[in-house]
């Protein structure tokens, strides 16, 4: 047992924090802090991801004969926390979830055409799986593609299908036997994005990150982009959600506004002429958000280890989650106490502190406790493959 | 990075459960607590060769790490046992780390044959407010004053290892036991835990049994030594909390109710997984500061890290398993009981998490 980095991947972190630093440039960062740039899309953002595939960082655990580096997972995971902390909206789903399935099961021809694209940094791909009426129960859903002449007519509507508005393909799962109303009739469809058909209704949410409706009225894609075999979309989904709670929960974002708020309460003079720091209450709720970050960090590089052996286990991906989504909440919480009413100064108000962070953080966390899988399916999961209870209906 | 454990480690945990559950299969109870510990036992432990697994060949030892001996606590653990494996193979790791030939040839092949128990009465270690004991240098000789708290097998050990003031310095000694001067009190604890207050009234001390030079200081030795109690404590917890988890996820699945068994309602599955997540992350903490402690770090961080998990979930788990399990859970024919003590006892030994996030505060906003 070592529970520590190689020499080698610290120095793959140094360079990865250097590298990220320089990139996140002040133009950068005004466009990602407005509301209709915010989760990419913008001109800067897409040189960005251009100029980090052309210096080969998202192929970095890419298998060779697709140009990539071959790194181990770990060394990935690395990368996303370096990512993560810069704040870059980087496409995790496009990259390291949808893109592997998309090399492993796609038609020969797909593959060619979209793959150079992902590791290039030239395309991102949306996901398209909630409706109004299929959520967390996602077997449920009721769009529909039916085959014609080659191709797939798909009619129906889709909810939250983020970035959407700039990507270039939406990764689509539709209902292909109307016979069977469970996860069994159900396939994945990569549908290009500027297909007729497609209309796309934004949605603004809490934390200003803006989400879409989507609607599709006859589109027409050609059966080449049907991913793995008709009615066996539902293997794809489970295995790319199980790879999506992973980087939903990543401790490096919290971790750096706590060392940020930990220097702040030290720079911070008190009415009694004391540094805010030198509290009791302060750094006792310093030290609640320490302990906490400690052990979703662990849990994470644990995952991340575990992965490399190949024995992911489906409660532990779902530990994480559970976990890291309800401790967002709690330290943001705590971490806004020490701030106290200052953090509700936003980034656009004079006086801000930390960039106004702490007030857009608290509002974008609660979307963790039921996205990606709500937490009561998780523990559901946990109990069931991790503590071996009898499974029923909820 | 690597989280896993060799075959030689698990070949040991396997080890460790056998003897526990064959000694259990034996006695019925492991341990009656009409005295301070099963002799049989710690007879079968030393006979296994489980009580020297941190100690050199030479002395008869195993000579493996700090993570073998946390593997053997969460081992008993599992099986909510008293005995005084964590005091004495800690200690004897320390004398085989730092002191002199004669001491290790004097102490350490006692306590891997098991014929010698070792104890600490460290003030460091307890949020006592009793003040700590001092040396004092006389007529050439070294005279030891005060008192001690919550030392556990202090009187049944051989030697207790106290730390004391002397011209402002931390000392660490080793004191034997039997020398005169010395009284103990014995305290009733929750678990039933043999723990003593002890009294030093011009105890004569003999500098043979010093881990340094009397003018240094021991800090670093107290770190060392406070970092592996701790953290031993944190590895007995991981086996308290499983198997009370275990024992509840058993006994939910066999009782009904509304014809069906309890385990398959929803709200009790969501107490369980809660319980399954918090082990999961004192495991990881843990599992992060016996690595630093064996790479020599110091490991402050770390360990009131993974204390703080250790106090939190051990109230938290303890509470869910009685509750879930209802009226058997605090029957004492049933086993659980012995799990909530002992959580209890975890909880607020060795520093509460209060005391350890003060530490934590501190240290964050010292650094």
Redesign the interface.
């Known amino acids: ?6 020499k080698k ?1 610290i120095k793959l972190r140094e360079e990865l924090r250097e590298y990220f630093f320089a990139l996140m440039t002040d133009d950068l960062k005004v466009e990602l802090n407005s509301e209709s740039t915010k989760s990419g899309g913008g001109p800067l953002f897409k040189k960005t991801l251009k100029q980090i595939g052309e210096d080969g960082w998202i192929g970095l655990s890419w298998p060779k004969k697709y140009g990539g580096k071959e790194a181990t997972l ?1 060394d990935q995971y690395i990368f996303t926390e370096e990512v993560m902390r810069s704040g870059f909206p980087y496409p995790f789903l496009t990259t390291d979830s949808v893109g592997p399935t998309i090399a492993e099961h796609a038609n020969q021809k797909v593959k060619d055409e979209i793959i150079p694209k992902i590791l290039k940094g030239e395309i991102v791909i949306a996901i398209g799986y909630s409706e109004s009426e299929a959520g967390t129960d996602l077997a449920s859903l009721k769009t529909k593609a039916i085959y014609e002449n080659n191709n797939w007519l798909i009619n129906g509507q889709k909810m939250w299908t983020s970035l959407a508005e700039y990507s270039d393909y939406i990764w689509l799962a539709v209902r292909t036997n109307l016979d069977s109303m469970d996860h069994k009739g159900l396939s994945i469809i990569l549908v290009p994005n500027n297909s007729k058909g497609i209309s796309i209704t934004p949605i603004n949410t809490l934390g200003d990150v803006r989400t879409n409706a989507t609607f599709y009225d006859n589109v027409v894609v050609s059966n080449k982009f049907l991913i793995g075999k008709k009615n066996k979309g539902w293997e794809l989904i489970t295995s790319q959600l199980n790879r999506e709670r992973l980087s939903l929960v990543n401790n490096a974002p919290l971790e750096k506004i706590l060392s940020d708020v ?1 220097n702040w309460a ?1 720079e911070t003079t008190t009415d009694n002429g004391n540094k805010l ?2 509290e ?1 209450w ?3 709720n ?3 958000v ?2 906490g970050t ?2 979703l960090k ?2 994470c ?2 995952q ?3 992965m490399t ?1 190949n024995e992911l286990n489906m ?2 991906a779902s ?1 994480a989650k ?2 890291g989504s309800e401790f967002f909440i709690e330290a943001y919480r705590l971490l806004m106490e020490v701030l106290g009413e200052r953090s509700l100064l936003s980034h656009k108000s004079q006086q801000n502190i930390l960039g106004g962070r702490l007030e857009m953080l608290y509002r974008v966390s609660s979307i963790l406790t039921f996205g990606g899988g709500t937490n ?1 399916i ?3 999961i ?3 493959a ?7 209906e ?1 | 990075m690597d989280f896993s454990l060799s075959a030689q480690q698990k070949d040991l945990v396997n080890l460790t459960l056998k003897v526990l559950k064959d000694q259990s299969e034996k006695a019925n109870d492991l341990h009656n607590l009409d005295t301070a510990f099963s002799s049989s036992l710690w007879k079968e432990l030393a006979n296994t060769g489980i009580l020297g697994v941190n100690i050199d060949n030479e002395y008869g030892g195993s000579q493996l790490s700090f993570l073998e001996t946390c593997l053997i606590a969460e081992s008993l653990g599992s099986f909510a046992v008293t005995t005084p494996f964590l005091y004495t193979t800690i200690l004897a790791d320390a004398i085989n780390t730092f002191s002199s030939k004669e001491l290790k040839l004097k102490i350490l092949p006692k306590v891997v044959k098991g014929q010698s128990i070792l104890s600490v009465g460290i003030k460091e270690l307890s949020d006592d407010f009793s003040s700590i004991p001092t040396l004092d240098f006389q007529n050439k000789e070294l005279t030891l004053n005060g008192t001690t708290n919550y030392v556990a097998f202090a009187k049944e050990s051989d030697f207790i290892l106290v730390s004391c003031k002397y011209n402002n310095k931390i000392k660490l000694i080793l004191v034997n036991s039997k020398s005169p001067g010395i009284k103990f009190s014995k305290l009733v604890t929750t678990t039933g835990e043999y723990q003593y207050h002890v009294d030093f009234s011009n105890t004569k001390i003999n500098q043979d049994l010093f881990f340094s030079k009397l003018s240094s200081s021991d800090d670093k030795i107290l770190n060392w030594i406070m970092n592996r109690m701790i953290i031993g404590i944190c590895s007995f917890a991981l086996g308290i909390n499983e198997t009370s988890l275990k024992l509840t996820t058993s006994y939910t699945s066999q009782r009904n109710a509304f014809k069906k068994p309890i385990a398959s309602f929803q709200a009790v599955r969501h107490r369980t997984a809660d319980c399954y997540i918090d082990i999961a992350c004192l495991r990881v903490v843990t599992e992060q500061a016996i690595s630093s402690i064996i790479l020599n770090k110091e490991a402050k961080e770390q360990v009131a890290i993974a204390k703080i998990w250790c106090g939190d979930i051990c109230h938290r788990i303890s509470y869910a398993c009685q509750h879930l399990h209802g009226g058997i859970g605090i029957d004492k024919d049933y086993s659980l009981y012995k799990y909530n003590l002992w959580a209890k006892q975890l909880e607020l030994s060795f520093g509460s998490s209060k005391f350890h996030l003060r530490k934590l505060g501190k240290l964050i906003a010292e650094n």
Do not use: C
């Not at chain 1, 047992?1 to 190689?6: A, Q, R």
């Open positions: 047992m070592l529970v520590e980095f190689s991947q770990l930990i030290k720091i030198e009791d302060v750094q006792n310093l030290a609640q320490q302990t400690e052990a662990l849990l590089w644990k991340a280890w575990a052996k409660a532990d530990v559970v976990y009561e998780q523990r559901d946990i109990s069931m991790g503590l071996s209870m009898p499974r029923t909820r």
